[in-house]
């Protein structure tokens, strides 16, 4: 099993920035892909931003320039920096990790944008 646990979320004001991140640990075999996607109250989960290992990354195109994800693949660890935050970036942002064809999701950590 492979355990998935996202930190870094709070309360910040528009126009600030945040960095999430998210840790995979337990009994890894190889993992491939790292994720990041939200939920806003009310509507469904959209992905935001993936990378794989080799470092190929993938945005949700309304977040390209202001969102950057990063991974450090020896700490099985996956980053999001989000700048110029936009209260209609309010959500809970969750992180998703596929390990040997197998996705885990972790909690969620809110995000809440706010002044």
């Known amino acids: 099993q492979v355990q998935v646990v996202e930190s870094g979320g709070g309360l910040v004001q528009p126009g600030g920035s945040l960095r999430l991140s998210c840790v995979a640990s337990?009994?890894?075999?190889?993992?491939?892909?790292m994720g990041w996607y939200r939920q806003a109250p009310g509507k469904q989960r959209e992905l935001v931003a993936t990378?794989?290992?080799?470092?190929?990354?993938n945005y949700l195109n309304s977040l390209k320039g202001r969102f950057t994800i990063s991974r450090d693949n020896a700490k099985n660890t996956v980053y999001l920096q989000m700048n110029s935050l936009k209260p209609e970036d309010t959500g809970v942002y969750y992180c998703?990790?596929?390990?040997?064809?197998?996705?885990?999701w972790g909690q969620g950590t809110q995000v809440t944008i706010s002044s």
């Open positions: 998703k990790v596929r390990d040997s064809g197998r996705d885990y």
């Open positions: 337990g009994t890894i075999s190889s993992i491939n892909f």
């Open positions: 990378i794989t290992s080799g470092g190929n990354t």
